[in-house]
């Protein structure tokens, strides 16, 4: 998504800073009050003059200018950490305003960009706890979900950050379903889902040449109990056809045959799969008992 996207967080029209008024009007206070008081011991005129020196640290800019600054940064200069860091000064400089909310936004979406995704998260969430009924918070919780999504490890790695997507993915469906946002965060909830079910695929592979059936079979069962949406289905249940039939549950190997033959007649895995229990003298048989037949059932695809 371009800038131009987040259109609430781009109009309005120019705002007085007031944070920068409050600023030089409390330094104003500051120096009326030292003037009154009297001059004491040889030490203090240079004190004062250093009190009264012009300060620049504290020197404010624009809203809009550091704000507009920003946004050419991000879509001129294509440098989206420098951006950052302009729209991340409008809130230093004017907290108050409402460039600063909009600024508050725009710098988590240059954050994204940078791929600086840990940033991203934090300013992100701070807009969505500071402005939960702005427009734009659906987008800043999706931005919280792509940058962890974006963070998605292989399925040799721990998957918490994929844990931590799914999450987020979800908050975007549940808390924003009518927002454009909510069909995007879907996609990737599937994307996230069906990499939990290739880790558990891979473990599960492991142990069943480890010939450690029983703990491959759950590995497999978690996919087909969880995970039926996802391309790993059909190999977990000619995985589970294999292991069953290594330990002698020939029941459960033809139903795991049968759904798999009733729900995949074309898969690769299937012909695998019913070569496998044919071996053995048997036929896939389907088990409505079973909770491979269950889980099917459950989510219409029995």
Same mark, same amino acid.
């Given at each position: 998504?371009?800038?131009?996207?987040?259109?609430?967080?781009?109009?309005?029209? +120019?705002? %007085?800073?007031?944070?920068?008024?409050?600023?030089?009007?409390?330094?104003?206070?500051?120096?009326?009050?030292?003037?009154?008081?009297?001059?004491?011991?040889? &030490?203090?005129?240079?004190?004062?003059?250093? *009190?009264?020196?012009?300060?620049?640290?504290?020197?404010?800019? =624009?809203?809009?200018?550091?704000?507009?600054?920003?946004?050419?940064?991000?879509?001129?200069?294509?440098?989206?950490?420098?951006?950052?860091?302009? *729209?991340?000064? !409008?809130?230093?400089?004017?907290?108050?305003?409402?460039?600063?909310?909009?600024?508050?936004?725009? /710098?988590?979406?240059? #954050?994204?960009?940078?791929?600086?995704?840990?940033?991203?998260?934090?300013?992100? +969430?701070?807009?969505?706890?500071?402005?939960?009924? /702005?427009?734009?918070?659906?987008?800043?919780?999706?931005?919280?979900?792509?940058?962890?999504?974006?963070?998605? =490890?292989? $399925?040799?790695?721990?998957?918490?950050? +994929?844990?931590?997507?799914?999450?987020?993915?979800?908050? !975007?469906?549940?808390?924003? =379903? +009518? /927002? %454009? #946002?909510?069909?995007?965060?879907?996609?990737?909830? %599937?994307?996230?889902?069906?990499?939990?079910?290739?880790?558990?695929?891979? !473990?599960?592979?492991?142990?069943?040449?480890?010939?450690?059936?029983?703990?491959?079979?759950?590995?497999?069962?978690?996919?087909?109990?969880?995970?039926?949406?996802?391309?790993? $289905? %059909?190999?977990?249940?000619?995985?589970?056809?294999?292991?069953?039939?290594?330990?002698?549950? $020939?029941?459960?190997?033809?139903?795991?045959?049968?759904?798999? &033959?009733?729900?995949? =007649?074309?898969?690769?895995?299937?012909?695998?799969?019913?070569?496998?229990?044919? /071996?053995?003298?048997?036929?896939?048989?389907?088990?409505? &008992?079973?909770?491979?037949?269950?889980? *099917?059932?459950? *989510? &219409?695809?029995?």
């Amino acid at each position: 998504m371009s800038a131009q996207h987040v259109t609430s967080a781009q109009r309005g029209s +120019t705002v %007085e800073a007031r944070g920068g008024r409050a600023w030089r009007a409390l330094r104003l206070v500051a120096s009326v009050t030292v003037l009154a008081l009297p001059l004491a011991g040889c &030490g203090t005129g240079a004190l004062w003059d250093k *009190f009264l020196a012009k300060d620049e640290t504290y020197k404010d800019e =624009p809203a809009d200018k550091l704000y507009n600054e920003g946004l050419y940064l991000l879509n001129q200069s294509k440098d989206p950490k420098a951006a950052s860091k302009k *729209f991340e000064e !409008v809130d230093r400089q004017h907290p108050y305003s409402d460039w600063a909310r909009k600024a508050l936004l725009m /710098s988590a979406y240059a #954050y994204y960009e940078a791929g600086d995704y840990d940033s991203c998260i934090g300013s992100a +969430t701070r807009y969505v706890t500071l402005h939960p009924g /702005s427009p734009d918070a659906a987008y800043a919780q999706y931005l919280i979900a792509a940058s962890h999504y974006d963070q998605i =490890p292989d $399925v040799s790695r721990d998957q918490g950050r +994929t844990e931590k997507a799914m999450a987020a993915l979800e908050e !975007v469906s549940r808390k924003y =379903p +009518t /927002s %454009e #946002y909510a069909t995007s965060a879907k996609k990737k909830l %599937e994307g996230a889902r069906d990499q939990l079910a290739g880790k558990e695929m891979s !473990v599960g592979r492991y142990y069943l040449e480890k010939r450690d059936y029983t703990a491959a079979i759950n590995r497999f069962k978690t996919v087909v109990t969880r995970y039926q949406t996802t391309r790993h $289905v %059909e190999e977990a249940l000619a995985r589970l056809t294999e292991a069953y039939m290594a330990i002698g549950i $020939v029941g459960e190997a033809q139903t795991a045959a049968a759904v798999l &033959g009733h729900n995949f =007649p074309d898969s690769r895995w299937y012909k695998d799969a019913y070569n496998l229990v044919k /071996s053995g003298g048997l036929e896939p048989s389907e088990n409505q &008992g079973s909770y491979i037949s269950k889980a *099917f059932r459950k *989510f &219409g695809l029995g």
